[in-house]
């Protein structure tokens, strides 16, 4: 998960798609739809930059869009992309999608949620992880796992910005930490 700082635009078109998907019952549905055409957008950078060129006009903005989605999207999404173009904003898909995965994540009731650790977790711990975590945070947690041997063993989790950090190298760095502080307070 990446932690992403949305902007107020962002956001409030995230929201505005997530309100009439949520209308017509296709919430998840519209977000899988926006994140592979953000998905399209951050593959090919002739594409994005074409989206985002200042001199090319609505009218021949809307022509491509027509060659390249009508028909393949839904209506609501089609929708959405005219007033992206009108709006000049279609070089924000990805970070729209990225917005509307974050807003619907919170609608479910759905968490993101890092969990680094030095050797891959088999299945059933990372399960183990996933209750322990949705129960401590009230939340259904959807975990995404990530390895790094330079932690020594344990785990660090990272909910948003805040890092829960259960990681040996720490308690070893609190345990050090006291040890020192008995050593400075005994040769005094």
Do not use: C
Not at 38 to 54: M, S
Not at 58 to 72: P, W
């Amino acid at each position: 998960m990446q932690t992403t700082h949305h902007t107020p635009t962002t956001l409030a078109y995230a929201q505005s798609l997530l309100d009439l998907a949520g209308e017509q019952n296709e919430a998840e549905a519209i977000g899988e739809e926006l994140g592979q055409i953000a998905e399209i957008v951050e593959q090919n950078p002739t594409f994005a930059a074409y989206l985002a060129d200042p001199g090319i006009g609505y009218d021949e903005r809307a022509r491509t869009l027509q060659q390249t989605f009508a028909g393949k999207v839904s209506p609501l999404m089609w929708n959405f992309m005219g007033v992206l173009n009108l709006k000049r904003r279609l070089k924000e898909i990805p970070a729209i999608a990225a917005a509307y995965d974050d807003l619907l994540d919170e609608k479910l009731g759905k968490i993101e949620v890092d969990v680094t650790v030095a050797q891959k977790l088999s299945p059933e711990q990372l399960e183990q992880v996933r209750q322990r975590v949705s129960q401590a945070l009230k939340k259904d947690a959807v975990i995404h796992q990530y390895v790094d041997d330079s932690i020594i063993g344990g785990l660090l989790i990272r909910v948003q910005d805040k890092l829960i950090d259960a990681s040996v190298r720490s308690q070893l760095h609190s345990m050090r930490e006291q040890l020192l502080t008995v050593a400075r307070a005994t040769s005094q």
